[in-house]
């Protein structure tokens, strides 16, 4: 494997009205992300991510059965096969955050993950699951309506780039499922995210560097941009961007525009790190029985 990868991350605005039917978000939101991808690997990206739930809007701004017609099957959807088509043709390795449907009525937030040869290699189920209302027009993150809680544990993908592990939104604040990525092999953790202004923004910028640190791998951080109708909660703020295992911003995008974000991991660096900061080694895991406790 290569030491040095270039990463690409897709950071975008949804352009279709909520109250349009779910198709047309689907159709104008893949349609938009597939020339993304192309802008991405033909900027040399080899690992490309989109934002969570890529193909519509944050729709988990209102508790709505229609919502429900956007999940498929994972892998066995239209759009993983779609866009398996695209990682073959442009030899690059995609990560596809969708909405997953498994038999009658039972849907997670997924991501897919593409080997660059247009393998399907396996998918991550979004672990931690919010419920919090925002502002005061009864909007918020009310996902619980949505997903069930992840069931596939931690996974590391062998890509053909790198050993790529996900954490999706929430998953963030908790630093259990960081650190299990790590003990897993992960080189670089990719949290792809739908957050707005006014909630945890304070955060955006210090969880998930803390993680890379903690863990001495690359984090990946994607958000989308812009308001959307008809909710309106708050701004989705952007910023996407890539931190090294030492905390350093490798490269921040925009707060409001549709961008391509692509910049270099450096797996020398892991490696540098890891052997200065030997936390892997210093670790107690003996001592850590209380953690999973159940609280009374």
Request: aromatic share 12%; hydrophobic share 40%.
């Amino acid at each position: 494997m290569v030491n040095k990868v270039k990463i690409g991350l897709i950071q975008a605005k949804n352009d279709v009205h909520g109250y349009e039917p779910v198709q047309v978000h689907k159709e104008k939101a893949i349609e938009k992300h597939i020339a993304l991808v192309r802008e991405a690997a033909a900027k040399g990206a080899q690992i490309i991510c989109l934002q969570e739930i890529f193909y519509g809007p944050y729709f988990c701004a209102e508790q709505n059965t229609k919502w429900y017609e956007a999940a498929e099957e994972v892998p066995g959807g239209p759009t993983v096969q779609q866009f398996s088509d695209l990682a073959r043709e442009l030899g690059t390795v995609i990560i596809l955050p969708v909405y997953e449907r498994v038999g009658i009525g039972t849907y997670y937030n997924t991501a897919a993950v593409i080997d660059a040869d247009g393998t399907y290699l396996g998918k991550y189920r979004k672990q931690h699951i919010p419920h919090v209302g925002v502002g005061s027009e009864g909007c918020g993150f009310w996902e619980k309506y949505y997903f069930k809680p992840g069931n596939l544990g931690y996974p590391v993908f062998e890509t053909a780039f790198a050993k790529v592990g996900v954490y999706i939104c929430y998953d963030r604040h908790f630093p259990e499922g960081a650190r299990l990525l790590g003990l897993a092999g992960a080189e670089i953790v990719f949290n792809p995210s739908a957050t707005v202004a006014g909630l945890s923004e304070y955060l955006w910028k210090l969880e998930q560097p803390a993680h890379a640190v903690a863990n001495g791998y690359y984090v990946a951080a994607i958000n989308r941009v812009g308001m959307e109708a008809p909710w309106n909660m708050g701004e989705f703020y952007g910023q996407s961007y890539l931190v090294d295992p030492r905390g350093q911003f490798v490269a921040v995008g925009s707060r409001d525009q549709d961008e391509v974000i692509v910049a270099d991991m450096d797996k020398n660096m892991i490696h540098e790190v890891r052997d200065t900061w030997q936390f892997y080694r210093d670790r107690r895991p003996e001592t850590y029985d209380d953690m999973v406790k159940l609280l009374p």
